[in-house]
């Protein structure tokens, strides 16, 4: 009896379900999604504003690669004019002193005194026997082939200190790089894979020139620690490196001789 009446009530049940006249179940409400949509709409609103200002009225995606070119011209013409500047201000105090050392006998012997100074301070071009070496980056390699990532491929600033500090230790008597003079106290820095000497920016290959001893600068190159990693990585990466010997000539110190700090020898 139980089963037949419990069939009977699941059979009204189906009827009633059949003729739509059970009640709906009410429908649930999700209280985390409807407080998301205000703050999804606030964010992508900052996001909106925010782009729009970096923009400035210009496309985001937009390649400048052509502004900073011209940029970077820009600025090289400046520096090229200041220093034309500077050149003509350089003649003309030298013009003046000239003229007041022809009548003022401590200017003139002051002159003369700095005049007897000038080769061995690096103001006077100078030609000789010595050692030219040339440092590169390597060609463009296949890095998986090779184990190489992009620091491997180039020449570092360390490496060029190397170099240098080779040839000063060998005796150099004169030494330029990329045609420009340097003295003990310029500075060698790299900015990516390129050099900054002087103010100006040189790429590869660097030619570093030294007046002096062949045997002996030799030695010392061969002798420096810097330089003998650098060239393993040539063996290794197919960086480039050349020396020679030969007459060669160094052009005279050109940059600024304005004394920034000084002390006593003791």
Known sequence: MEYTSGATSWQKVLRRAAAGLLPRRPRQRRPGWSI???????????LFTTSATTADGTALREDRRPQLNQLIEERRE?????????????????????TLAGSDTPIKSQQNRARGSLQAAGFTALAGLGV???????????????????????????DVQAVVNALWA???????IMNVRVLTTSAVRCVGNTLLLHGRVYSPPF?????????????????????????????????????????VRVPAFEDSTALRSATVPK
Do not use: C
């Open 36 to 46: 998301g949509v205000p703050l999804i709409a606030a964010a992508a609103g900052l």
């Open 207 to 247: 030619k570093i020139v030294a007046i002096g001893d062949p045997a002996a600068l030799q030695q010392a190159l061969a002798s420096s620690e810097g330089v003998r990693l650098f060239k393993d990585a040539v063996d290794d990466y197919q960086l480039g490196y050349k020396e020679t010997t030969s007459m």
């Open 170 to 176: 060998g005796g150099a008597e004169a030494m330029s």
């Open 78 to 98: 400046q520096v090229a004019a200041s220093e034309r500047r500077a050149a003509t201000l350089r003649g003309e105090v030298e013009q003046r002193t000239n």
């Open 132 to 158: 030219t070496v040339e440092l590169n980056d390597a060609p463009q390699l296949d890095q998986t082939q090779w184990d190489a990532s992009n620091d491997d491929l180039v020449v570092h600033q360390s």
